[in-house]
């Protein structure tokens, strides 16, 4: 299984029957896909929508899409409404869940995912706002990027979406808790071991009693 | 009775003018009024700034006025999906400010509510903080943001009537409704317009007050 799918997958089980959540574009939408089908979890998008579907492809319904831009479905519970209430609902801490991905996270639980200065500024969009009023923050990311180098930093360099914001991390080898003595490691994938994961983490981890497993295969 | 705000494009055309503060709905071009714009593209107006919740793509939604060298100014919460917009901004042509997609909102929201600014905690230790007062209400920080108003708004209707009641089905509500509440001019565009009567007034969504002129969009 490749690392994104261990991600989400691994993610999935942190929602709880009731959750109202919202995924963020990219990897965070294919939690989707790994709910459990005994829970109800209602995906919120911030474009105006609770009770997104999936997405449709080589359709066409300009009606209905996601944050993306995408076509999607609605559910039968689903609702319709304006940014200015779709930001309420999240500013006002009526959304349990919010999953993105990153580019840094670190350990005081600092996010930075919206610019790169003089590379990439795509914008916040609606990141800064889920950050600060979500219940639950969960950030998303492969544990180094491609040339090896740890994600998970002592402190972010990038401009910040968000301060001292994220709650838990998943990375295809380990779930880690934003506590305030830092980050704790909570989990590691069966096919690694803890050494290996302090060895591919820039910031310190304090070790859990017990450190529990998560499936990579 | 009162008349019909129904115009051609041509009358829309005459609205438009240099450097005009325009708002224009829509999410990733869900809910724009795409044909609004191509008429403000054959108008040629110029040094426009734009308040759009996105940058749209480049050959769509606000990405069109921004390709055509018509913006000098663009207020977005995201502008990932339209290169132009980075290769603008890089050389000096384009002027982005970003702000984050709720605050957007609300800012939109309290000028057309008469209200002097929102208190948000979204960017507090960012950089959207700078040059912001930090106001603490009850221990609590936040940002004061202070309201946003256009000249123009260019908002879309699935369908409305002749007054300019409009309905916004699924996600194409999104900054419509508060941007026809925000701007000293605002024209609707919608494909299908129909007589006063005909539209159950509690589904209603942008409400005809607030409408200046109507253009009919032509099925294409």
């Not at chain 1, 209430?85 to 580019?103: E, K, N, P, W």
Request: aromatic share 4%.
């Amino acid at each position: 299984m490749d690392a994104k799918q261990i991600i989400v997958r691994r993610v999935a089980k942190e929602l709880k029957n009731g959750d109202l959540v919202n995924l963020g574009i990219g990897l965070p939408t294919l939690v989707a896909d790994y709910i459990p089908s005994d829970i109800n979890v209602i995906l919120q998008s911030e474009n105006g929508m609770i009770g997104m579907g999936h997405i449709v492809d080589g359709e066409h319904d300009r009606n209905l899409t996601n944050a993306g831009g995408r076509t999607v479905t609605i559910l039968p519970h689903g609702s319709c409404f304006d940014s200015a209430f779709s930001f309420a609902l999240i500013r006002g801490g009526h959304v349990d869940v919010t999953v993105l991905g990153t580019l840094e996270v670190d350990q005081h639980g600092n996010i930075a995912n919206y610019m790169i200065p003089g590379k990439m500024v795509p914008g916040m969009g609606g990141a800064m706002d889920l950050v600060t009023g979500s219940k639950k923050v969960i950030v998303v990311t492969t544990h180094t990027d491609k040339f090896g180098n740890s994600k998970i930093l002592k402190q972010c360099s990038l401009p910040l979406t968000g301060m001292k914001c994220c709650d838990l991390i998943v990375t295809e080898l380990a779930v880690m808790e934003v506590t305030t003595d830092g980050l704790k490691l909570l989990e590691i994938a069966d096919n690694t071991t803890v050494d290996d994961v302090i060895a591919k983490t820039e910031a310190p981890l304090i070790l859990a009693k017990q450190i529990g497993t998560f499936s990579a295969n | 009775m009162p008349q019909s705000k129904v115009i051609a494009k041509d009358k829309f055309k005459s609205l438009l003018k240099n450097n005009m503060k325009v708002m224009v709905g829509g999410f990733m071009t869900d809910g724009t009024p795409e044909q609004l714009i191509d008429a403000m593209v054959e108008s040629g107006v110029k040094n426009l700034t734009i308040i759009c919740n996105d940058g749209g793509y480049p050959d769509r939604g606000v990405g069109k006025l921004i390709a055509n060298g018509q913006v000098k100014t663009l207020i977005a919460s995201h502008v990932g999906l339209n290169p132009n917009v980075a290769k603008l901004m890089n050389s000096g042509e384009l002027e982005v400010q970003l702000v984050p997609q709720g605050t957007l909102a609300e800012i939109i929201r309290a000028k057309g509510a008469g209200l002097g600014g929102v208190l948000t905690p979204t960017g507090l230790g960012t950089l959207v903080q700078e040059g912001k007062d930090v106001i603490t209400v009850s221990g609590k920080q936040y940002l004061l943001e202070k309201p946003l108003g256009a000249d123009l708004a260019l908002v879309d209707a699935s369908y409305a009537d002749n007054f300019g009641n409009g309905v916004n089905i699924g996600t194409t509500r999104n900054f419509n409704p508060l941007m026809a509440m925000a701007a000293d001019l605002v024209v609707m565009g919608t494909y299908d317009v129909r007589e006063p009567g005909t539209i159950d007034p509690s589904s209603v969504t942008i409400h005809g007050v607030l409408i200046d002129y109507i253009v009919k969009i032509e099925e294409v």
